[in-house]
């Protein structure tokens, strides 16, 4: 499936320099290159994947992070797989033309795997992710949740369909980051990467906080303590155009800020793990998109993150700029990942939601 995904992305690659100026084409190589390599470097890994063993939650694959999903590094070690749905219609549910470039339906169904490691040694304090994401791009199934699920709930039209785009899409992200306590191990981070692939480029560097405790612990029990955690995100970032986005902003600013109450408990080595975990993110976005003057269209968005064990659900919207108009689209998202680790963990015996005999006090 591999060969097939990586033949067909390189294909959409080489059908954008039909469609680019002369100029614009060194996109598509770059395309083709880091795609190949990618997908080498994935398959070279997995096989030392299995000897890493801590829980954690994955990062958000290319274009999740500009249609409002969550933006955060991993705090821990983790393997995950999953469904990442991505959808932009250029009109809303009243018939009103969104302001860009594209004029198509994109739906993306990016199939992920994420690994993320926390390195000891002289690399303590530091992490690396590497993402990767293989779409059969299509209406749907994102035309059924968005309309069929969110806006029926919402009571809010239908966002129409035009021309949907009905091609494989690649994206495959990487980062490095670098950890620093505050009052816990792993709270302060600061970090750069980059995305690439079919749908654009990107190069970033972020930082924040994830997961400072901010209340008094509500609930002591065999699962950890509950109690409520703040995290906040600023990124700045460098775009390129790709085979499916062809015009898009150079440079974009983006910040978001992220609540939390869950279930937390500390492993061997003293990290907070959530063992159960509400989270409700806002954010702001510069822009990606852009309209044929060139101007960017600054996105306000949301998200709400359900945790519990090895499984997250989040969903993701651009209503948190049209609160007193109501949501009428053009951006929507969700995904749902399983945890690798935490789920061979429970198999062997070795992951428990209860707190180890060694963990930190």
């Not at 739906?107 to 992920?112: D, K, S």
Request: glycine fraction near 10%.
């Amino acid at each position: 499936m591999t060969k097939i995904s990586l033949a067909a992305a390189a294909h959409q690659c080489g059908q954008a320099d039909e469609h680019v100026p002369v100029h614009r084409r060194h996109t598509s190589e770059m395309c083709r290159h880091w795609v190949t390599r990618g997908f080498m470097l994935i398959l070279s890994v997995f096989p030392v994947i299995g000897l890493f063993s801590s829980p954690a939650w994955s990062e958000s694959p290319a274009p999740s992070v500009h249609w409002g999903g969550t933006a955060f590094p991993d705090q821990y070690s983790t393997v995950t797989t999953g469904l990442t749905l991505n959808r932009f219609t250029p009109i809303d549910g009243l018939g009103n033309r969104y302001d860009s470039t594209v004029g198509n339906t994109l739906g993306f169904n990016l199939i992920t795997l994420s690994w993320t490691q926390h390195w000891g040694g002289i690399f303590e304090g530091w992490s690396t992710n590497l993402t990767t994401g293989v779409s059969p791009t299509s209406d749907e199934p994102s035309q059924f949740f968005q309309n069929e699920v969110i806006h029926q709930l919402r009571q809010l039209p239908s966002v129409p369909t035009v021309a949907p785009r009905k091609e494989t899409d690649v994206m495959i992200d990487g980062s490095v980051t670098r950890w620093f306590p505050l009052f816990q191990p792993k709270v302060m981070f600061v970090g750069g990467g980059f995305s690439v692939g079919t749908i654009y480029q990107q190069g970033f560097l972020r930082a924040g906080i994830r997961r400072l405790q901010i209340s008094p612990t509500f609930y002591s029990g065999d699962w950890g303590d509950v109690s409520v955690r703040a995290s906040t995100l600023g990124r700045i970032s460098y775009q390129d155009n790709g085979a499916v986005l062809h015009a898009v902003r150079q440079t974009a600013g983006l910040v978001q800020p992220a609540i939390a109450f869950g279930q937390y408990r500390r492993n061997s080595k003293g990290e907070t793990i959530p063992t159960w975990e509400v989270e409700f993110a806002v954010m702001w976005d510069s822009g990606i998109f852009v309209n044929t003057l060139g101007q960017s269209q600054e996105m306000f968005a949301w998200s709400l993150a359900l945790s519990g064990g090895p499984l997250r659900l989040e969903t993701w919207n651009d209503s948190m700029g049209k609160l007193a108009e109501r949501d009428y689209g053009p951006t929507y998202g969700a995904s749902l990942t399983l945890d690798l680790l935490r789920v061979w963990g429970y198999m062997d015996g070795t992951a428990s939601d209860a707190p180890p005999a060694a963990a930190a006090p």
